[in-house]
């Protein structure tokens, strides 16, 4: 069992910087993969970026790409996402997710927290 909970969401001006929070909790969460997904209104969730515990298996979406950077701390037992050059459309709800390594399908999943970009 993994309990996630996120942080750091808010509303910023476009060009902005925000920096979310996922805490994680459970006897075995360092074995998983950490996602960062977000959802905007009538679109589908997507993936946007994946890392494991040891700092490695980086992933990035391709919307944000070189704007937007994931980062475990182990003695937090938090993993960020750090968003800087935010752009209108990347408002959405983000969500933290977790999977094992040796699967596709993320399990746990937090309540997600909303970011807004003004233009």
């Known amino acids: 069992q993994v309990q996630l909970v996120e942080s750091g969401g808010g509303l910023v001006q476009a060009g902005g910087s925000l920096k979310l929070s996922c805490v994680a909790s459970g006897p075995t969460f360092r074995s998983y993969f950490m996602g960062w997904f977000r959802q905007a209104p009538g679109k589908e969730r997507e993936l946007v970026a994946r890392?494991?515990?040891?700092?490695?298996?980086?992933y990035y979406g391709d919307s944000v790409k070189g704007r937007f950077t994931i980062s475990p701390d182990n003695a937090k037992n938090t993993v960020y996402l750090q968003m800087n050059a935010l752009k209108p459309e990347d408002t959405a709800v983000y969500y933290c997710?977790?999977?094992?390594?040796?699967?596709?399908?993320?399990?746990?999943w937090g309540q997600g927290t909303q970011v807004t970009v003004s233009s």
């Open positions: 890392v494991s515990w040891s700092g490695g298996s980086v």
């Open positions: 997710a977790a999977r094992r390594p040796e699967t596709l399908q993320y399990n746990y």
